[in-house]
């Protein structure tokens, strides 16, 4: 399973919801605002073992964020998973 994948697994509906508004991170209107999960989903995903996939379908739980901060807190992101699954690698030993 690809986390970048499911990070970035948004509905149309999701997505066209933040279309117009400012960036949550910092103000900027892009032409094509991406939507954000405010629980970022690889997170849910090891908090939980699971993904709720109601909320993760709703407009709701979704921010407007500018392609560049996007781009910057996937990589946080894809990084912040590395060490949680090193974490628990670690656990299993
Ligand atoms: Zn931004």
């Known amino acids: 399973m690809s986390s970048n994948n499911l990070y970035e697994s948004t ?6 919801s933040v279309q117009g508004k400012a960036c949550v991170t910092c103000g900027v209107k892009a032409d094509k605002m991406v939507a954000d999960h405010k629980v970022p989903l690889v997170v849910e995903y090891y ?8 909320n993760m379908t ?4 979704v921010q407007p964020q500018c392609p560049t ?24 030993k």
């Open 11 to 16: 509905t149309k509906i999701q997505q066209s």
């Open 47 to 54: 908090q939980t073992g699971k993904i709720n996939t109601q």
């Open 58 to 61: 709703s407009v709701k739980a």
């Open 69 to 92: 901060c996007s781009a910057k807190q996937g990589g946080t992101l894809s990084n912040i998973s590395k060490q949680i699954k090193s974490f628990f690698n670690l656990i299993k």
